[in-house]
């Protein structure tokens, strides 16, 4: 780890870059998803939630929807935050400020990665912080929760910036978000159990890596899961690495940064 | 290792953009405190052959090292002594100039109290202080050519490199941005200039070397490139520009 970081002055000014990006725009990168937790909480588990025949013992609808609303609102934000700063850099060009430097192309990944990161971490512990006020709880696993959020902000902050690459317009930015990822997390168990589903749906989504991700999550915050920890946990890591080394090389490689 | 003697050393540079051939076998070295004229027309290859020099291009066959450092290979090392100023205002639009360069030295690795001071100095001797808070969009196509240079220097670098610096500029920023040049080559630093003004050329450098369709026509010092030549009348005898 020491040899791949040679330079840590840069690596920490471009990462605090990519925070501050963020928090100056807090209205626009903050609010929102705090807020609609709270409306979600609100009209799915105290309004709604009531009525829900829910199947797990001893938990409300409302508890059950913590983690899940926490997870899709980590995926959302880390995703976000990379891709819409490495695509504005491509489109005005500013990148370049980066890629002449002398940091190496892990640094700059690792860089650009940390806004995506601490950007999921706090709208995480903020939706959590808002959940308090519907339902007083603790967090079951707090190491665990550590783990699985570190993981997950990782996988989708280079699923960001991949994206970033990919993208020849600020709509295509966003096309991976609304077609693959929103969808992927809704069916991943935000709002129900798997035990809620019909069972096609529920053999499909054993193949939904986000369904595994939420489970670790919602083990780490309640102490319920419909996955093995241990598998969900593997798979995180194992989506992690993949992800970080596949940016790592497109960034080495150049793809569509260098022409 | 390090080269002392050459500043930057081209063997053998071949780039393709698709199936268009950029650069054709070019080899040439820059000498260490040299300026050096990178002449030719539109579409020949200059600011390819900058981009190679800097990492912003790939190629594909050739090596490229900047004081013994390769490109590719070291390309650490051989960032960390070159300044570039783009041809293109690439600036970060939601910073102030000031943090802009802050940033810049940042990622060079410069301490934060340091690269206040160097920042501040820059603005200073560049006439920009005044608009340190402002960003970039507002100020004046001149000012923004300073600020490339600012920013190309903010980490001293040991080679300048110039895309066109002077165009679009007045005659009083030229003349201000050509006693900066020559006072920085003065000091030691290598510079690196691409032109269309074969006057600032003729003024500023002391070698000339002119690229057309990617092919080196010609490199050297000065006056046996010139021959009691005006440069201009050099410049379309090799080029065959009419």
Not at chain 1, 66 to 83: D, F, K
Not at chain 1, 221 to 236: H, K, R
Not at chain 2, 27 to 34: E, L, N, W
Request: with cysteine; aromatic share 12%; net charge positive.
């Amino acid at each position: 780890m020491l040899k791949l970081i040679t330079n840590p002055i840069g690596l920490a000014t471009l990462a605090k870059r990519e925070i501050v990006r963020f928090l100056v725009v807090s209205v626009q990168t903050i609010f929102p998803p705090w807020i609609s937790s709270l409306m979600f909480m609100y009209i799915f588990g105290i309004a709604l939630g009531a009525r829900v025949a829910f199947p797990i013992e001893g938990m409300s609808y409302l508890q059950f929807i913590i983690p899940g609303l926490m997870t899709m609102h980590l995926i959302s934000s880390s995703y976000e935050n990379t891709a819409a700063s490495l695509f504005i850099g491509r489109w005005h060009n500013n990148i370049q400020e980066v890629l002449l430097s002398p940091l190496s192309y892990f640094e700059m990944v690792l860089g650009l990665l940390a806004g995506g990161i601490a950007r999921g971490i706090l709208i995480c512990t903020g939706v959590f912080c808002i959940s308090q006020i519907f339902f007083r709880q603790g967090i079951s696993h707090p190491l665990v929760l550590v783990y699985f959020t570190l993981m997950i902000s990782v996988i989708f902050s280079c699923i960001g910036l991949l994206a970033a690459l990919w993208a020849e317009d600020f709509g295509m930015v966003n096309l991976w978000n609304v077609y693959v990822i929103f969808p992927a997390v809704l069916l991943g168990g935000v709002f129900h159990p798997l035990a809620m589903l019909p069972r096609p749906l529920q053999i499909l989504s054993h193949f939904n890596p986000i369904h595994y991700l939420m489970s670790g999550m919602r083990y780490a915050v309640i102490g319920y899961s419909d996955q093995n920890l241990f598998l969900c946990a593997g798979l995180a890591l194992v989506m992690a690495c993949a992800f970080g080394f596949i940016t790592v090389y497109l960034f080495k490689k150049g793809y569509k940064l260098r022409s | 290792m390090r080269d002392s003697t050459n500043a930057i050393s081209i063997a053998n540079l071949t780039k393709y953009y698709g199936r268009t051939q950029a650069l054709d076998n070019i080899s040439f070295d820059v000498k260490r405190g040299d300026f050096l004229a990178f002449l030719g027309p539109n579409g020949a290859g200059k600011t390819t052959t900058i981009n190679v020099i800097t990492g912003l291009s790939n190629y594909q066959s050739g090596t490229v090292r900047v004081f013994g450092y390769d490109v590719t290979k070291d390309y650490r090392n051989a960032r960390r002594l070159i300044g570039v100023c783009t041809q293109d205002f690439n600036f970060d639009p939601f910073l102030t100039i000031f943090q802009l360069l802050i940033y810049q030295a940042g990622y060079f690795g410069i301490h934060s109290e340091e690269a206040k001071h160097r920042a501040m100095e820059l603005l200073k001797r560049f006439q920009l202080w005044e608009k340190a808070d402002a960003r970039y969009r507002a100020l004046s196509g001149g000012m923004k050519k300073r600020l490339l240079l600012c920013r190309a220097l903010i980490h001293d670098p040991e080679i300048l490199i110039l895309d066109e610096p002077t165009a679009g500029c007045d005659l009083e920023l030229k003349f201000l941005i050509w006693d900066h040049l020559s006072r920085l080559n003065k000091e030691g630093k290598t510079i690196f200039l691409t032109t269309h003004y074969m006057e600032e050329a003729e003024k500023l450098t002391r070698t000339i070397g002119i690229i057309n369709h990617g092919q080196m026509m010609c490199l050297g010092p000065k006056e046996e490139v010139l021959r009691n030549k005006s440069l201009e009348d050099v410049f379309m005898e090799i080029t065959g520009i009419e």
